[in-house]
């Protein structure tokens, strides 16, 4: 098993751009988490998804990010017209069941010029 | 209010010597708790979990809830377990929405 995968692993926009980050959880896992770590920070809860379904959005920004998670293919968090304190890394984990641990990829670092 | 606090954010200590790394939280109610470590290049993965009770790569930790901690402690510190060490939390009964403390920098000196 590969675990969980995310692209890319780097990523630079400018102000105003539109970022796309992907995961891809762990063969058989369809339960994805997102989460945000801003320099200096923990890791803080954006997003809770299941295939199709997003069950926990309470950590996302109510403006720019969305988030899904299709029946075919990875989950993709989208930020649109990205500020500089979007600058940070975001990590994606799977589980396979709600009670089940959280394996997480190596993050996407996203860097807003 | 959820939250996860880690007071030292370095922690140095000699090869072989006791280690104990704080954890304290906030919630109403039972929460789960976890320790969750990150090597060198490596991605975050899961040390371990209270209610599994074990005991990994020498760590334990145990929940006081009276004291509200879930502190961290090896009796010998081992070089390799350089690394950073995250405090986190999620509701009782799922390890969904986990809440993060700002983590810890552990250096076992040689």
């Known amino acids: 098993n590969a675990g969980v995968m995310q692209n890319p692993r780097h990523l630079v926009r400018r102000r105003g751009q539109e970022a796309r980050l992907r995961c891809s959880p762990m063969?058989?896992?369809?339960?994805v988490y997102w989460y945000r770590q801003l320099p200096e920070e923990g890791l803080k809860f954006m997003v809770y998804?299941?295939?199709?379904?997003?069950?926990?959005e309470s950590g996302m920004p109510k403006e720019r990010f969305s988030a899904e998670f299709p029946k075919e293919g990875p989950s993709i968090l989208r930020i649109q017209q990205v500020v500089r304190g979007d600058s940070a890394a975001y990590f994606c984990?799977?589980?396979?069941?709600?009670?089940?641990?959280?394996?997480f990829g190596p993050g996407t670092r996203l860097t807003v010029l | 209010a959820q939250r996860v606090t880690q007071p030292e954010k370095l922690l140095s200590v000699f090869k072989g010597a006791p280690v104990e790394l704080k954890c304290n939280y906030s919630?109403?109610?039972?929460?789960?708790l976890f320790w969750y470590v990150q090597y060198s290049r490596q991605r975050l993965q899961l040390l371990l979990r209270?209610?599994s009770r074990e005991s990994i790569k020498g760590f334990t930790a145990d929940l006081n809830k009276g004291e509200t901690s879930f502190h961290l402690k090896k009796p010998f510190a081992q070089e390799e377990d350089s690394a950073m060490y995250y405090c986190?939390?999620?509701?009782?009964?799922?390890?969904?929405?986990?809440?993060f403390g700002q983590g810890t920098r552990l250096t076992i000196n040689p």
């Open positions: 984990a799977s589980s396979l069941s709600l009670t089940d641990t959280q394996y």
């Open positions: 063969k058989g896992h369809s339960h």
């Open positions: 998804l299941q295939k199709e379904n997003i069950i926990d």
């Open positions: 919630y109403s109610g039972s929460p789960e």
């Open positions: 209270h209610i």
């Open positions: 986190a939390l999620s509701p009782p009964g799922g390890a969904q929405k986990l809440v």
